[in-house]
Structure formats: structure tokens, C-alpha cells
């Protein structure tokens, strides 16, 4: 037992190091896609801290609700250990845990990008982004306030989605 209890855990940790690499990478590339009008790499390497404000509530956010999909991939494999993994309900429930963590990954990219396009549309005196590439820390913190703030509530969400459907 104490060795089934070992590899699981290790392979807990390589899911949750695979997609935190991955939900990072995607979180990143959606920032990008979201503000074409700058380069958040080149202003990162010259030390514009308002943008390095915003990757890292992005990367924050995103771990928050990715955080909650691995804890579901726990209580998959534990149910599919207890019922059986190859069998029928072992099965469905790693993959239920599969997809709710998925599920997860793509929510927080999209609540991020929806908390971002209402923040622009309430804002209509300030350009959020050219403000940030100027280097305004305040409006950093508001907009990283925001992407942290949605990804909270979006990460109970996605725990009420766990305890459903696991």
C-alpha cells in the first residue's frame, strides 16, 4: 500500500508540474494575443516593472485555478484507486479529472481576458495597456488586482465542478 501510495503521488506531481508548465505557457501566449500593441518580452528585458506587474498576476491567476483542477486530479486517482483504475468507473473518473482540469485551465485564460476586456470597457478615459508600457505601476496594480480577484472567484467554481462531478 505504501508503495501504490508513493507512485501515485509521483505521478500526481508530474501532471501537476506538466500542466502548470502548460497553463503558464498558455497564459503568457493569450497576454500576448490580448495586447498586440506591445512587446511584453522587449519591455521585461528593458525593466518596465508595470509589465512585469501584469505576467506575474497572470501567472498568479492562472495558478490559482490550475491549483484547484490538480487537487480534482488527486481525488480522481484516489477514487479510480478505490473502485478499481481499469476499470470501468476508475476510468471515467480520471478522466472526469482530466477534463475538469482542462476545463480549469481554460476558464482562467478566459476569465482572464473577460476581466480585462470589461476593466477596458469601465475604464474608457484610461488605454490600460499603453499606460502600462509607459511603465504606470498604479494601473498595473489595479488591472493585476482584477486578474487576481476573478481568477479567486473562478477557482471556487472550478472546486464546485470537482466535488460534482467526482
Known amino acids: 500500500m505504501l508503495l501504490t501510495n508513493v507512485i501515485v503521488g509521483l505521478i500526481q506531481l ?3 508540474i506538466i500542466f502548470a508548465v502548460l497553463a503558464l505557457y498558455i497564459g503568457f501566449a493569450v497576454l500576448i494575443r490580448i495586447n498586440k500593441n ?5 519591455e521585461l528585458a528593458k525593466g518596465n516593472a508595470a509589465v512585469g506587474i501584469i505576467v506575474a498576476a497572470v501567472f498568479v491567476a492562472i495558478a490559482l485555478v ?4 490538480v487537487s480534482g ?3 480522481g486517482i484516489n477514487k479510480a484507486i478505490s473502485v478499481g483504475i481499469i476499470s470501468v468507473d476508475g476510468l471515467l473518473a480520471i478522466s472526469v479529472a482530466f477534463i475538469q482540469l482542462i476545463l480549469g485551465i481554460v476558464l482562467a485564460v478566459g476569465a482572464i481576458y473577460l476581466a ?3 476593466l477596458d470597457k469601465l475604464t474608457k478615459g484610461i488605454e490600460e495597456f499603453e499606460e502600462i508600457k509607459k511603465g504606470n505601476v498604479a494601473v498595473a496594480l489595479m488591472m493585476g488586482g482584477v486578474i487576481i480577484a476573478v481568477a ?3 477557482q471556487s467554481g472550478v472546486i464546485g465542478i470537482t466535488a460534482a462531478l467526482i
Open 14 to 16: 508530474l501532471i501537476s
Open 38 to 42: 506591445m512587446d511584453e518580452e522587449k
Open 66 to 69: 490550475v491549483q484547484s483542477g
Open 73 to 75: 486530479i488527486s481525488i
Open 116 to 118: 480585462l476586456f470589461i
Open 152 to 154: 479567486v472567484i473562478i
